[in-house]
């Protein structure tokens, strides 16, 4: 197996994912998200919209590396 074949995500996009998923976590657990001091309106709502977009950077990222997307002329 080649190296491209084993890490369809990097560990960037691994660590972006889990950084938003942990800023979104904090919110829903703190109830109240700022900004520079000044507050986010609906909190909760952007705090589950971080948390998708965590898991959905490296799932993204797996789908779009996939094999089966390959151009079948680059073989």
Not at 14 to 28: D, E, H, R, S, Y
Request: no cysteine; charged share 20%; aromatic share 10%.
């Amino acid at each position: 197996m080649e190296k491209e074949e084993i890490m369809r995500v990097k560990v960037s996009e691994i660590g972006l994912g889990l950084t938003l998923v942990a800023a979104g976590m904090f919110g829903l657990l703190n109830g109240t998200m700022h900004h520079y001091d000044v507050p986010i309106m609906y909190p909760k709502l952007f705090a589950w919209m971080l948390i998708g977009v965590g898991i959905a950077v490296p799932v993204l990222a797996w789908f779009l590396r996939s094999p089966s997307r390959s151009n079948p002329k680059d073989k």
